[in-house]
């Protein structure tokens, strides 16, 4: 599929689904290219949806501001992408695009953070803190790379070139430390438009352990957002009013059929 049909995609999918919600659905923010492993052959420009939404629906999707931050490391060197991001429309709703051109083999480490966003269905702060890893080339590199968010989802195993079925472990790190009892959802980004048994059904949920990790499984191709949840004491001030404050460290990973 070529950069320009994917997005068209994801556009398409949006709308066709705005209508659709499910209140069991959770708010994720994109982040992710038409492919985890750039391999031999493939193009070298990668173009990533960055939008919020609800990914087992495919929508609606929120407006939302520029990023206050998208950035990319590789290797010990880190590139603030923010001012490069592209204003772009998704079911109607503002959202927003990174076009960047993979140079050299390596370990691509995307990450993000969004601005404060209130939804007043859950009369809440939320913001997320997405990150995505890119192999390309197979370049070698560190795929445990920290990128300091206040919530953050380590991987500890591989986070690309995974098998539909395979099984995946993370460690939730709270301002670094290992957070233990906290809720991590995962949803399937929904590109096929498969129809939902319920709302039950649109996300998935772990507790975290002592060490902070929980273990999921990827049933399905495609992409899946895994969100770690973790509501901060001291809300958020809003207007004069005291809010909630929820932060996700987000980690996008791509399944792939035998």
Known sequence: MSARNFLAQLTLAGAVFALGTSAASAHFLTLFPQ?????QG???QLQMP?????????GPSM???KPAKLAVRLGQK???LTEQLISKQFSGKQGWQLDYSIRRPGIY??????QPYFDPTEQA??????KTIISSFAGEGDWQTKVASPVEIMPLTRPFALWTGSSFTGQVLVNGQPAAGVTVEMEHYNAAHDALPSDAWANQEVITNS??????????????GIAALFETENGFELNGKKYLLEQAGVLWLQAQDH
């Open 35 to 39: 492919k985890q492993v750039v391999d």
């Open 42 to 44: 493939d193009s070298r």
């Open 50 to 58: 960055v939008y919020f939404t609800h990914p087992a629906t495919m």
């Open 63 to 65: 407006d939302m501001q």
């Open 78 to 80: 880190t590139s603030d």
């Open 109 to 114: 480490t995307f990450f993000a953070e969004q």
């Open 125 to 130: 702060v939320l913001i997320q803190y997405p």
């Open 211 to 224: 060490q902070g990790e929980f273990t999921v499984t990827l049933t399905k191709s495609g992409w899946w």
